[in-house]
């Protein structure tokens, strides 16, 4: 779930470079040419932890970063939908699975992290069969999830929280 900074300008093509910007008061990417200033924010990632009768369902990751550990269902949000939305087209993407979402579980940011975590609460509707992104997937009471293995520091504080929710 990261990206890395763009090194060249998207108006002119030139080498982007460092540059403290006074009226901003920081530092950005300005173009070393047309001086245009490239904005670098956090990206929305959704996600979902969908449960029935107690239990969550985990995906174990098929694909980089964190290939082969266990999340729940998110990605980034597109544009062009809501994050209710593109929570529920992740869960269906990379588990084949449809949900009902019935809360906000919480919204996970760090200063050093290059996106924010949005992640809702959901009633598994349907049985997963999985898609492309897992290598398996199973369900977990709150005494069995692998706190070992889990992708990223925000699976492991969503999924405690959930636990606390219980
Ligand atoms: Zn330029």
Redesign the pocket.
């Known amino acids: 779930m990261y990206n890395s900074p763009p090194r060249f300008?998207s108006?002119?093509?030139?080498p982007l470079a460092p540059q403290y910007v006074v009226v901003e008061q920081r530092e950005r990417l300005v173009?070393?040419?047309?001086?245009?200033i490239h904005y670098i924010n956090p990206k929305v990632v959704a996600g979902v932890v969908p449960t029935r009768d107690g239990r969550a369902w985990l995906l174990r990751r098929a694909i980089q970063p964190r290939l082969g550990a266990w999340t729940f269902p998110a990605g980034f949000m597109e544009m062009g939908e809501t994050v209710e939305e593109a929570a529920r087209r992740e869960t269906f993407e990379e588990l084949h699975m449809d949900v009902r979402i019935t809360g906000l579980l919480n919204i996970y940011s760090r200063r050093e992290a290059p996106t924010v975590l949005i992640v809702y609460l959901a009633e598994a509707l349907t049985e997963p069969t999985g898609g492309s992104e897992a290598l398996e997937f199973a369900s977990f009471d709150p005494e069995s999830i692998p706190w070992r293995h889990l992708a990223f520091w925000n699976t492991e504080a969503a999924l405690r929280d959930w636990v606390q929710s219980l």
């Open positions: 300008c108006g002119c093509g030139q173009c070393t040419v047309c001086e245009e």
